[in-house]
Each structure stands twice: as structure tokens, then as C-alpha cells.
DNA sequence: TTGGATTACGCGTGTCGTAACGATC
DNA sequence: GATCGTTACGACACGCGTAATCCAA
């Protein structure tokens, strides 16, 4: 058939338009001006020479032809995914996503430097970085709604149902949850005697941050 | 996942190149220089992180991630596909039979590769091939035996009962019954002034009945 | 030296966004 | 009048081709 002028871009778009039934919503969705999006599509339907959506300035509708076409351009979406995951699977990358904890201290601003490495060897984890308290993060990882926190808390009071890691002389500790089946798997280097008080960035956080990466930040973490 | 720069473009020329095992040859295939295409893949790699193809600048192997990309790759093609003839099964698949009549001179080597074409898009198309005088083949279309001829006239001497466009500058006419109601509907761009005298295969000729056959060779048209 | 991939660079097309327009409720 | 899709138009980016470069046999 004569597919070669249609792209994935046109694809994504018709989904988006036939999910939220609204070329608005859609382009929203998509990231991109509803003009744009109103091209491409009428672009596609002339390539086509098919309309795909019946718009009647209030409702848009798929045509029967728009349903058929949603079917394919769907496979055809989850296949380039499957595509771009499995060769990165190919070669073990580190993805997902990993929901960081921090307390408010100076410390925060070597994690700056430290996630800014992070970001660099593994562009395609997601990082959150969350600013809170000590004792509320510890319990947000014991939930799972943090992967891993550096936070405070007094030397002869390890948090309960999270695994922790002194990391230094200073109050400073790595908290993860204790549910974590990898977090009991290996161990962490924890970080040199250097006490946060100290002004240079202790790159060891960042090893521990990047060990802890290969376990947090698998798709199966999530 | 992270495809969103991901197109159907790249997959495309990942797939010739994993087939030829040659960027050379694989951009012939896509009818680009190989500049492009060497350009287009090293995009995608560098997009996703992971080399697919290893260049040992004699021969070209796929890297495993290589491989992993490509089955989805060629999955997210054939879903496109599939989409593209769905949607124009939707609305009616090009379906019956189309009778061409054609002169015996050279323009018959390109019908050849024009009916392949054909073939490929609408493979639903009975196509019958009969060879004759254009004076005999007029009335055979005229009589509705034939569905469309090519074949030369004197110019000043439009046959009757039919409908005939003038291809090309050369003599070379198409000639439809003036009886078929679609043929009056829209009308035929004619070929670009090219005369069948040349070599060169008149892709035009080509597209003359490509648009031909949107017209005779849907379902009511038989 | 030849075959073949990469890099450099100018150019055309395509894609996007802002904005004006049109249509419908 | 409000909402939503289309059309117009200018700007920027992207993909492409020509050609120079590099690399291995």
C-alpha cells in the first residue's frame, strides 16, 4: 500500500484526538498547538484520501474508516515502543523511574550536582526529587512512595520497615524500603568518612546514588 | 516509554539496512542518498543510546540491540500497513475487474511495470491485458468490453461514444466508455508532457492510472 | 586505489505557533 | 457569545543532497 508519507507523529495524533473525542484535548495532550495537530490529520485523511474523524464543531466523531485505522496505528505505536524498549533491554539500560528524597539542608545542594551525573549516564530514568522532612520521607519510603530519601534522623534511631545506610560521620542516611526485595539483595558502599559538613561535593553519595540506581530503577521497579 | 522522536521514517531505513547489510544499497532502496540514511540512523542510536548496526566499514552487522529493534521495527511497519489498507477497506476496497486495452508498441513494457504496481495496490483487481488496434480497441471500449485502452490516434479525431484524454504530447490516449457516470465526475491530470517516444519509463503514464483506478476499479464499477 | 560510511554545509520542505476566520450550539 | 475546528502566514527546524573526509581492504 502507499504508507511511506505517513509517520508515527501522524499516528500519535490520531489516537490522542480519537481518546479524548476533541482536537483541544488532544493537542494539549500531545504537546502542541491544536493547529498543528489539524494539519497533520487533515494531512494523513488527504494522503489518504479517507477522513477519519466526522468533526460537527461540537462532537468529533471516528468514521468507520477512523476505526479501522485506530486499530493498526495502535499496534503500530505499541510495536515501535516494544522496539526502542527492547533493544535498550538489549543492552541491560538502566530505566524507570526513581522518586528521590531530601531534607532541606546544604546537602541538597550536592544532590544537584550529584543527579546532574546521574542524568547523564542514565538519560532515561526518570528522577523526582521531593523536599521534605526526615521523619515523614523515612515513612514515604516505608510506603513506597519514595524510592530512596537522604535524610537525617538521630544516631540510635534507625527507622522502622525501611533498610538504612549510614552514609557518613554526619546524621546523614540513606533510607530505602525494607519491602524492597533487591534493596536486601546486595549491599551498599556506603560513603567514605567525609561529613556533609564539609563544602566539597562528596562525590561517594553519588556512587551510592548510582548503585542504587541499578536496582530502583529497572522498569520492573516502578 | 521514550519514543516520542521516534518515526516511521527511521524504522523504515533500519529495516532496508538490516536486509542489504549495506547503507549504500539500503538507500537506494528508499530512494534517498545514503547520507540520509546514514544521518537518519545515527540519529535514532544516538536518540535511544544503544548502536544497532556495527559499521566495520566492509560489512555491516546488526548488533544484538540491533536485532531486539528490528522485530518491532518491522512490526510497527506492517501495523501502519495495515492501518492504511483497513482505513481504505473501510470506505471500500478497490475490488472487480478492469479490462486494459493496449497498443503493441513500446508503451507496453511500462504498462508492465505499471500493472505490477497496480496489482499491489489493489490486489483484489481482476486485470485483464488484451492487445489490439487502437480503432478496434475505441469500439471494444465503447461497447463497455473494454473498461480503458491506451493506444494512439490522430489528433484531430476523438473517437465517439467514449471518453479519451490526451496523455501526452506523443499519441498515446486513454479512452473510457463515455457511458461510465465516474468518469464525468472528476477529471483526469493528465500525463506531464512526456512522449512514450522516450526510453524512460513514463511514471506519469503511471499515475494516470493509479487515479484511473480509483475511479473504475471500485466494486460499482464492474 | 577503490568501496563505503561519516561529516560538513547549503537548501528546500515540513512542522509548528500565533492569529484571523468560520461554524455550530 | 462561547467553544472548537480550519485556514493563513511567518519562523524555525529537520531531512535531504552534494561534496569533502576518513577508514579499511
Known amino acids: ?65 477512523g476505526e479501522a485505522f485506530l486499530v493498526g496505528a495502535r499496534q503500530s505505536l505499541e510495536a515501535a515502543d516494544r522496539a526502542v524498549s527492547d533493544a535498550a533491554a538489549a543492552v541491560g539500560e538502566v530505566r524507570g523511574r526513581l522518586a528521590v528524597g531530601i531534607i532541606p539542608t546544604v546537602t541538597a545542594v550536592d544532590i544537584a550536582a550529584v543527579l546532574q551525573r546521574f542524568r547523564e549516564r542514565h538519560p532515561h530514568v526518570r528522577v523526582g526529587l521531593h523536599v521534605g522532612a526526615s521523619d515523614v520521607m523515612a515513612a514515604e519510603v516505608a510506603a513506597g512512595d519514595l524510592d530512596v530519601a537522604f535524610l537525617g534522623l538521630a544516631a540510635g534511631n534507625p527507622p522502622q520497615g525501611v533498610e538504612a545506610r549510614e552514609l557518613g560521620r554526619g546524621p546523614l542516611v540513606a533510607v530505602v524500603s525494607g519491602r524492597r526485595g533487591a534493596a536486601r539483595r546486595r549491599r551498599v558502599s556506603h560513603a567514605r568518612a567525609r561529613g556533609p559538613r564539609r563544602g566539597r561535593p562528596p562525590s561517594a553519595r553519588g556512587l551510592a546514588l548510582r548503585r542504587l540506581s541499578r536496582r530502583f530503577g529497572r522498569p520492573g521497579a516502578e
Open 1 to 65: 500500500m502507499e504508507m511511506d508519507r505517513v509517520e508515527l507523529r501522524q499516528l500519535r495524533y490520531v489516537v490522542a484526538v480519537a481518546e479524548t473525542r476533541n482536537f483541544t484535548r488532544a493537542a494539549r495532550q500531545c504537546f502542541v498547538a491544536q493547529s498543528a495537530l489539524s494539519h497533520q490529520i487533515g494531512s494523513l485523511e488527504r494522503e489518504l484520501g479517507v477522513k477519519l474523524f466526522a468533526r460537527t464543531s461540537r462532537r468529533v466523531e471516528l468514521t468507520p474508516a
